[in-house]
């Protein structure tokens, strides 16, 4: 019988990519989505479509009840739900930390207890990294997250450590870009006009992985005896400057010619808060707020991914360069389209 998954936050740039992935592998698949989700990247027929509701439980429970492919449930579940943005930073919590909580417990209330568990979490759980010797970030380093996002995940991290009956894994990523990614985007574009925009004067030193290796490495965890209740950074295994992103990227899209423009770190904090401030007053989440500053201020995102390399033989196969050109190829056929 083919292995059951169900996909938690199915609806965006990497759940689409796992949907896809999921199918292709052979897995019988759920996608789990809110209502207003866009299905956008989920028209594969064989996919099947869970709509939730993560802030009533009993609704919660209902859907798994009425769409669980067996009383016991699903073989496997991955958590790719999250917010990472928000007009208002309660919703941190409510989305990155409560919809967890109350997802996990209304499985435990119907003995759907999956084979593996698999929470996406994110590099700023651990925060900003050492910036005098910049020693990468690893499976030693002790969490101190900075965002209120990155506290966000450290909580359900927290939650999900203490579940005894519970059969996790958790992925660390860092910055996630392939196409129809968006902030990645907005640094292509930038560059696509002939700017790059960088923030503050000291070096910094940027990690990235693109999506396939990150979805790759998901199903090679889900099934490898030696993920179980183990955490892990997921990355490329070597770092690049801006300076290398922006030569990379001017070069696939032919631009020889492209201004750097570094902004002073208070311009960009008084940048943040005033369009933070502006977007709250919409009722709107703004990409450029004071989460966001305090991210690009971080000088250090070296990785260590030796743990990953160990447990489950996580292989990098898409460094910056070949990413960046798929990427690149895709902002070119969208731009055809219009």
């Known amino acids: 019988m ?22 292709r592998r052979g897995y019988e698949t759920w996608a789990g989505v809110r209502a207003s989700t866009s299905r ?26 009425a769409a669980a492919p067996s009383p016991s449930g699903w073989d496997y579940i991955i958590w790719n739900l999250g917010a990472t943005k928000c007009a208002n930073f309660a919703d941190f919590n409510r989305i990155n930390f409560e919809y967890v909580r109350t997802f ?37 380093t002790i969490p101190a997250p900075n965002t209120r996002y990155g506290l966000s995940k450290i909580k359900s991290e927290t939650y999900l450590e203490m579940q005894t ?44 992985v693109y999506v396939d290796d990150l979805v790759e490495a998901m199903f090679e965890a889900i099934s490898a005896p030696a993920t179980l209740r183990r955490k892990y950074i997921i990355s490329e295994d070597r770092a690049y400057s801006q300076a290398d992103f922006r030569r990379l990227t001017a070069a696939l899209l032919g631009k020889k010619f492209v201004v750097p423009v570094r902004l002073p770190l208070w311009a960009v904090y008084v940048a943040s808060t005033v369009a933070e401030k502006v977007a ?59």
Not at 166 to 174: E, N, S
Not at 188 to 194: A, V, W, Y
Not at 304 to 313: M, P
Request: aromatic residues 12%; positive net charge; glycine residues 10%.
């Open 280 to 338: 709250a007053l919409q009722g709107k989440p703004s990409t450029l707020n004071r989460d966001k500053y305090k991210i690009m201020r971080q000088r250090n995102w070296n990785c260590d991914i030796s743990d990953a390399a160990r447990d489950f033989g996580f292989a990098p196969k898409w460094p910056l360069e070949r990413g960046l050109a798929a990427t690149v190829a895709a902002y070119r056929a969208s731009k055809a389209e219009k």
């Open 165 to 208: 009956d519970l059969r996790w894994t958790i992925f660390r990523p860092t910055g996630v870009y392939g196409p129809h990614e968006r902030d990645y985007l907005m640094m292509i574009k930038s560059i696509d006009s002939g700017w790059d925009f960088g923030v503050g004067y000291r070096r910094q030193m940027l990690t990235f």
């Open 2 to 23: 083919k292995k059951t998954l169900l996909i938690v936050g199915a609806g965006g740039f990497i759940g689409g990519f796992i949907a896809g992935e999921a199918l």
């Open 104 to 140: 996990v417990e209304a499985l435990r209330r119907t003995g759907m207890m999956p084979e593996r568990f698999l929470y996406m979490s994110s590099l700023s759980a651990l925060g900003p990294g050492d910036e005098k010797t910049y020693a990468p970030l690893s499976s030693a």
């Open 40 to 65: 956008r990247w989920l028209t594969q027929p064989e996919l099947h479509t869970v709509d939730f509701d993560y802030d009533d439980p009993d609704a919660v429970e209902a859907t798994l009840r």
